[in-house]
T-cell receptor
Framework: AQSVTQPDIHITVSEGASLELRCNYS??????LFWYVQSPGQGLQLLLK??????LVQGIKGFEAEFKRSQSSFNLRKPSVHWSDAAEYFC?????????FGAGTTVTVRA | DSGVTQTPKHLITATGQRVTLRCSPR?????VYWYQQSLDQGLQFLIQ???????AKGNILERFSAQQFPDLHSELNLSSLELGDSALYFC????????????????FGPGTRLTVL
């Protein structure tokens, strides 16, 4: 069955430190991959997406993600975290008419 | 602001009741998607409409139904409500979505929080 896994439920990071959120997918072929962010009380906002081509994808708010076919991963990174990055992050994969989301990773930023 | 609007923002009702959630997509978007977000199930795709026609179904219960009207707004009807239906219901829209691969960026509304007592 197609699935998206985010192994980390919660990550705490200091402001200014780097952040990496993990995402693994299980699909028959390489799916289209997305990262969304959900701030408290808000809907989801697309950070970046990967369809094909360059495996390092740049997104909004200083985020980037790297697609690694050999590891079935699409990890999200940010070199220096800001307090406003505290939110829940969802990895998603598209296929069969729908988006399948991971369980999400909650990021807490400490001063 | 994504351009997708959802009403109401909050809804509190009792078990056994029926409610209707409304979504207006971004101007020009033909597809509407409904999602349910709950603590135990996470974010789950319910159903998609494209230009008035049902395009894809996910984990949508038989007690739930949806439709997309000629002006492209959509309604999600939830009936015989149970405690477990308490969740945040999101609507999203995209320009396309008529193909099998949902590659079009989906823009999400702020959600309707449903509480069933």
């Amino acid at each position: 069955a197609q699935s998206v896994t985010q192994p980390d439920i919660h990550i705490t990071v200091s402001e200014g430190a780097s952040l990496e959120l993990r995402c693994n997918y299980s699909y028959g072929a390489t799916p289209y991959l997305f990262w969304y962010v959900q701030s408290p009380g808000q809907g989801l906002q697309l950070l970046l997406k990967y369809f094909s081509g360059d495996t390092l994808v740049q997104g909004i708010k200083g985020f980037e993600a790297e697609f690694k076919r050999s590891q079935s991963s699409f990890n999200l990174r940010k070199p220096s975290v800001h307090w406003s990055d505290a939110a829940e992050y969802f990895c998603a994969a598209a296929g069969d008419y729908k988006l399948s989301f991971g369980a999400g990773t909650t990021v807490t930023v400490r001063a | 602001d994504s351009g997708v609007t959802q009403t109401p923002k909050h809804l509190i009702t009792a078990t056994g009741q029926r409610v209707t959630l409304r979504c207006s997509p971004r101007s020009g978007d033909l597809s509407v998607y409904w999602y349910q977000q709950s603590l135990d199930q996470g974010l789950q795709f319910l159903i998609q409409y494209y230009n008035g026609e049902e395009r894809a179904k996910g984990n949508i219960l038989e007690r739930f139904s949806a439709q997309q009207f000629p002006d492209l707004h959509s309604e999600l009807n939830l009936s015989s409500l149970e405690l477990g239906d308490s969740a945040l219901y999101f609507c999203a829209s995209s320009v396309g979505g008529q193909g099998a691969l949902t590659i079009n960026e989906q823009f999400f509304g702020p959600g309707t929080r449903l509480t069933v007592l």
